[in-house]
């Protein structure tokens, strides 16, 4: 009974004083994507008015905290989380005029060593840099740039461990930035039949991992070779082939050729599609040609002819 009574009494007094604490909604759905050091911040807000606004405060453990206001949903802190080997904490609160709603916050981080499954939702990734790779006989050469000359980031500015795994063996390797390009080699075995390599590079620096995978197939010596001799071989068995065909067709038309003359008049009777049905389009465009030419001068002949015997 008392109980309903505080329920009653909490609407009536929320519906008197719209302003009362906790009446402004929280944001929800707050999330942060970082990637590459790009650290936006994403919420949804429920009931937004005209003077709805976001409060927004960045706390670090290693730097002071900076807070910054906002009417849109989203806001890129990248500029207020720019201690890559920081760990973050972000509280987004809604403003409508001068009431406040509860915080919510959320918690980044890029170093691998901070990160709690329990406390960070958001999971920040750096790429491994793009990886290229040349095949020289049993050698993989793989090259690619130091993560400082990708991100400019001064904490990056280190030493780059990364290990480079493929059939069951890892390979440590190490880099620094005033390298032109950061180079392995991978020897393989040229005896084993697989064409293609898959490689898995992990790198680590300033705490920050990173990973990528790259299927390098390797040109093999052997198959090539088959391939051409293949190719050759279809290309000179179809040349015999058309050759003889082409030879078969010289044969018969010479044949029908020398036979002509010597067909008899009983002969032509049963070929007859040969030399009537040539003779008529021949005649067809000879009188074709003369139409051109001939009507307009016999015209004219007929007229000065007819001049004279027309009176
Ligand atoms: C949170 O986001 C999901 C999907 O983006 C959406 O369906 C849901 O309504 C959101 N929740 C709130 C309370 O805004
Ligand atoms: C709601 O929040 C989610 C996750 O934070 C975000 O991806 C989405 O864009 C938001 N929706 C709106 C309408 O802002
Ligand atoms: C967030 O809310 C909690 C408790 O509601 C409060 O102790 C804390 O000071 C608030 N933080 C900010 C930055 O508003
Ligand atoms: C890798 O190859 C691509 C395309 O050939 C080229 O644009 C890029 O500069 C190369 N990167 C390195 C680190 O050599
Ligand atoms: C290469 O593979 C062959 C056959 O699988 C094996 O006998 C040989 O020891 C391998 N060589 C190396 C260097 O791994």
Known sequence: MSKYLVVQFGVFYALLFPGAVGFVPPPTNVSV????????????????????????????????????????????ISSYSRNVDDDYLVFVTAHDGQEKSENVSIRFTYIKDFFDKNKHKCKCSMDFPAVNTSVHKDVIEVFFQHPFMLHKQDLLNDEFTYTITHDEQMISYSCFEDEELCTAEIHFNQSIAVQCVELTLEGMIAGIPSHT???????????????????????????????????????????????????????????????????????????????????????????????????
């Open 213 to 311: 995978y790259r299927n390098v197939c390797v040109p093999q010596q052997t198959p090539p070779e088959t391939d051409k001799t293949g190719i050759i071989a279809a290309l000179v068995g179809g040349g015999t082939i058309v050759l003889f065909i082409i030879m078969g067709f010289v044969w018969l038309l010479c044949k029908k050729l020398s036979q002509i003359p010597k067909i008899p008049e009983f002969l032509r009777n049963v070929l007859p599609s040969q030399s009537p049905a040539t003779q008529p389009e021949t005649n067809t465009i000879s009188r074709m040609t003369s139409q051109g030419h001939t009507p307009l001068l016999t015209e004219e002949t007929f007229n000065y002819g007819s001049t004279p015997s027309s009176p």
């Open 33 to 76: 994507v970082c990637h590459n050091f790009v650290n936006i911040l994403y919420w949804n807000y429920s009931k937004p008015t005209e003077q709805t606004k976001f409060g927004i405060k960045v706390e670090a453990y290693e730097s002071p905290s900076q807070t910054v206001d906002t009417s849109q949903t989203y806001l890129d």
